[in-house]
């Protein structure tokens, strides 16, 4: 069993006499306090064997080599008597041996701490701020496409409108799914607008990702509606080339021998020989555009960067997050065509029967929630500082 | 039972378990929790697993196959797997050092195409980008020239504002040659446009969580209405 020591806390056993950690006597004499000064350890004077000036230690060798300082001499007392200590000297004396002699003090006792500020709101107000996004999420169910005038094509889904009225069933595009699940709620509408343009001018699609779960949704949407999600249906009208490792290096690889960036395979094992629509297909600039679809900041710089300065159309589709990076790159040319953000399926030719209005409604819900929470945000922290100066 | 019943009985435990696993991670709204964890691990673990898998079927499995089928033609190949194996001495000490030859090798290519690719793919076009002419006659005729040169000139006037906000320089002992309260003007202006292009991030990215959102509680009711036959 173990016994708190009273002057510093620290647990020792029973039948100790002094604290293990602070020396205090533990078990109480008769007739003294149970906690008394640690006594004095008596320090023996080295003898010769081990004494820093021994031989064996190294120190010795260091002997005469610096100079030798004379020490200044000690004052001299008239009369040989010690001088009269003033009163102040006195005073400082006493509050040093009072400092020296006095044991140390216990450890504070932590009282309960106070609760840190947290980034979520007041209980009530969370609740409602919850409430309010999740019935927001909800409103595009409600309203389905009561707000056509919510999602109006902008320049980018113009260019890129433009960019896909030059294709048709002899030009080939090459279209890189390089997003997860976690953003197909915002670019699945997209890619179905886009897979229906196309399709819809018989343009052969060439599939292809450089991020592993793009492959999946690559080929879930390279099938036909009907068989989707089944690994063995045949690819509609396009070939899907599987999954490009290496990020820029495989990106600057594809861009100057793609048969060996795949290994000279598509995805389902078919050597690229074997394939029509490959034939020519030497480098990613030999197609006649090339699509991304990403919501990584980083992918899409990847091959602008990488892809092109070698391709006059290459038409980037994003989510809304990483947009306000990537439009330097829209206003420079860079990129013939950047469409962001669930609403912009809306905006194209093909968007309408995908889902495209009924989202718009959902983002313009989604402003009104986000306006009435900063407002009520801005209520309840005016009352709080108000109540806070009281 | 027949494949097709199998792949509606395989379906629906699909569906349920996704829907589970949705409201596993929506449980966060009430706090941390060893649901939404465990969800989060098994997020993870899945991500990992399905990566490796790709990359042996899709990268490592075919350049393997091609290298045993025809060495003469794919002999590079097997130059890529022995620096993947050399990579794999990294366990083992007494061959560690081997393993920096592709880890120098890859970090080196890597840095070349990063800084080659930042140069050529951003700096200089981004650069020729602000190169424009603020005269209207320059852009267009008649009203739409002018609204081009303004904004050209407007787009100059706010790249010249942040980069001044990032000058470093030690204080000299004249002071600055401007006057001080232009000098704070600058400094508050391109601070505040650096703060515009961080709200404008932020908003898109609102957005991108809220599309996330909502097309979860639309799986999620589809799937109730799936189970109570709402559908039809």
Redesign the interface.
Do not use: C, M, W
């Given at each position: 069993m173990m016994v708190p020591c009273p002057h510093c806390q620290g647990a020792n056993p029973k039948d100790a006499e002094r604290c293990a950690w602070c020396d205090a006597l533990l078990q109480p004499q008769t007739g003294a306090s149970p906690v008394t000064t640690p006594e004095p350890r008596t320090v023996e004077a080295p003898s010769d064997e081990d004494s820093i000036w021994s031989e064996q230690n190294l120190l010795a060798e260091l002997t005469g080599l610096l100079p030798s300082v004379e020490l200044p001499p000690l004052p001299i007392v008239s009369g040989g008597t010690v001088p009269p200590v003033d009163q102040d000297q006195g005073r400082d004396a006493d509050l040093l041996a009072e400092i020296a002699s006095a044991p140390p003090a216990p450890p504070r006792q932590r009282g309960p701490e106070a609760p840190l500020p947290s980034g979520k709101p007041a209980g009530a107000w969370y609740g409602l701020l919850?409430g309010l996004?999740?019935l927001?999420?909800?409103v595009?169910?409600l309203l389905e496409d009561r707000f056509p005038a919510a999602a109006q094509p902008g320049s980018g889904e113009r260019s890129l409108w433009t960019a896909l009225e030059e294709l048709s069933e002899e030009k080939r595009v090459v279209v890189a799914f390089d997003y997860g699940p976690?953003?197909?709620?915002?670019l699945a509408p997209l890619h179905r607008a886009l897979l229906a343009t196309l399709r819809g001018r018989s343009v052969p699609i060439i599939a292809l990702s450089t991020r592993?779960?793009g492959?999946a949704i690559a080929a879930s949407a390279m099938q036909p509606q009907s068989q989707a999600g089944n690994p063995d249906a045949d690819i509609q009208n396009g070939v899907l080339l599987?999954?490009l490792?290496g990020?820029?290096?495989g990106l600057?690889l594809a861009e100057t021998n793609l048969p060996a960036a795949f290994?000279?395979?598509t995805?389902s094992?078919t050597a690229w020989s074997d394939v029509p629509l490959l034939n020519g297909l030497n480098k990613l600039s030999d197609a006649d555009a090339v699509v991304l679809l990403t919501?990584d900041l980083h992918t899409a710089?990847?091959w602008?960067?990488?892809v092109?300065?070698w391709n006059d159309q290459l038409l980037l589709i994003t989510?809304?997050?990483?947009?306000?990076?990537l439009e330097?790159?829209a206003?420079?040319?860079?990129v013939a065509a950047l469409v962001?953000?669930?609403t912009a399926s809306a905006a194209l030719p093909a968007g309408e029967a995908q889902g495209g209005w009924s989202?718009a409604s959902?983002?313009l819900a989604?402003w009104a929630v986000?306006v009435l929470a900063m407002v009520l945000g801005l209520l309840h922290s005016g009352r709080r500082r108000r109540s806070e100066r009281r | 039972m027949t494949g097709g019943g199998v792949t509606t009985v395989a379906q629906l435990a699909g569906l349920a378990l996704s829907a589970l696993l949705t409201l596993a991670v929506l449980s966060y709204?009430w706090g941390d929790n060893p649901v939404y964890r465990a969800s989060q691990y098994l997020m993870a673990g899945l991500?990992a697993g399905?990566?490796a898998a790709?990359?042996w079927n899709?990268?490592l499995a075919?350049?393997l196959r091609?290298l045993i089928t025809e060495p003469a033609e794919f002999w590079p190949?097997g130059l890529m797997l022995l620096l993947c194996g050399l990579l794999l001495a990294r366990g083992w000490p007494p061959l560690q050092r081997l393993s920096g030859l592709p880890l120098a090798l890859m970090l080196g290519?890597?840095a070349a195409?990063?800084v080659g690719?930042?140069i050529?793919?951003?700096l200089l076009?981004?650069m020729?980008?602000m190169i424009v002419s603020l005269s209207p006659a320059r852009h267009a005729p008649g009203i739409t020239g002018l609204a081009q040169a303004l904004d050209a000139g407007f787009m100059l006037l706010v790249t010249l504002t942040v980069l001044w906000v990032y000058r470093y320089r030690a204080p000299s002992e004249g002071g600055s040659p401007l006057p001080r309260a232009l000098v704070r003007g600058i400094d508050r202006t391109g601070r505040l446009l650096m703060l515009v292009?961080v709200a404008?991030?932020l908003?898109?990215?609102?957005?991108?969580?809220?599309?996330?959102?909502?097309?979860?509680?639309?799986f999620m009711?589809d799937w109730l209405g799936s189970l109570m036959g709402w559908g039809g």
């Open positions: 919850i996004v999740l927001a999420a909800l595009p169910r976690a953003a197909s709620a915002e592993p779960e492959v599987g999954y490792a990020d820029a290096a600057r290994a000279y395979k995805a094992g919501d710089r990847r602008i960067e990488q092109g300065p989510n809304a997050a990483i947009a306000p990076q330097p790159y206003a420079s040319g860079q962001a953000g669930a989202i959902g983002y989604f986000s | 709204l991500t399905y990566a790709l990359a899709h990268v075919p350049r091609a190949y290519v890597g195409l990063a690719g930042a050529r793919g951003t076009p981004q020729g980008a292009v404008a991030s908003a898109g990215a609102a957005l991108s969580y809220f599309a996330a959102l909502r097309g979860r509680v639309d009711l």
